[in-house]
């Protein structure tokens, strides 16, 4: 029922009402009960952050509350799940057979997919005819990320320098994209990963000697050609992540049903 022909059946002059003489306060009221509860979980909390890096990581959060989840149907998720490691006959404490990508990767540019992610480090050695298998399926569907990592050399936090370790036996096949994530205290990721040694730049990616290597997700929104990658790096900024929805909102399937043909 609309709220205004309830206003005028309760007795009151609809005209002498309006959204704001009720409104107002009651967001105040509602503001006023989030502030405490505010108070309250960072008197609690044991983490030791900041109060305005709270308030900043509350001020994201929120708009999620507030908003309704984004319509993606231009990208599926392929899962390497529980279910499809026992269909494909793959061991849990060894890499997969590389075989198996490159089927995946016939059967998707089969299928048209613009560009294929792989969300995975392929720095574990394996057997040539399974790297030559998968190196021929990259070149042959012409729009592959690979994953790469970003490394600390002599240990996390010694600040001695930095590289990025990815599969050289694919280098000349298929395009790197790091898949380190930029990780806040509450274990939320809010923003794109930014290379640590040129902070002020805002850059979604890391420089590996004098070659910059963008994040697994910036490096296929350049290879789909999205139009918000292709002037970004113009200027220095903060990058927030603007999440389609929750998890498993993105469309999705297994990995074992995606190598069927029927």
Request: overall charge neutral.
């Amino acid at each position: 029922m609309d709220w205004r022909r309830f206003i005028a059946k309760a007795g009151a002059p609809l005209k002498r009402i309006s959204a704001r003489s009720w409104f107002g306060p009651s967001i105040g009221g509602g503001l006023a009960i989030m502030a405490g509860l505010l108070l309250l979980f960072l008197k609690f909390d044991k983490q030791e952050v900041p109060l305005g890096q709270h308030l900043i990581h509350l001020s994201y959060d929120l708009q999620f509350f507030f908003r309704r989840d984004l319509k993606a149907d231009e990208a599926v998720i392929v899962f390497m799940d529980e279910e499809s490691h026992q269909e494909l006959g793959q061991h849990y404490s060894q890499p997969w057979d590389r075989r198996l990508h490159a089927r995946l990767l016939q059967r998707l540019k089969a299928e048209g997919a613009t560009v294929v992610t792989l969300d995975t480090l392929f720095t574990e050695p394996a057997p040539p005819i399974a790297n030559k298998a998968l190196s021929d399926a990259m070149k042959a569907h012409g729009r592959v990320v690979m994953g790469a990592d970003y490394l600390s050399i002599g240990g996390e936090g010694t600040g001695s320098g930095y590289r990025i370790s990815y599969s050289s036996d694919f280098r000349d096949a298929a395009a790197s994209g790091l898949v380190s994530l930029l990780e806040d205290p509450d274990q939320g990721v809010r923003q794109q990963f930014e290379d640590p040694t040129n902070p002020s730049l805002h850059l979604a990616g890391a420089y590996d000697g004098e070659t910059f290597v963008p994040t697994l997700s910036w490096r296929t929104a350049q290879l789909a050609g999205a139009s918000a990658v292709r002037a970004a790096n113009t200027q220095p900024q903060e990058r927030w992540i603007n999440y389609y929805g929750p998890a498993g909102h993105l469309p999705h399937v297994r990995y074992y049903a995606a190598l069927k043909t029927n």
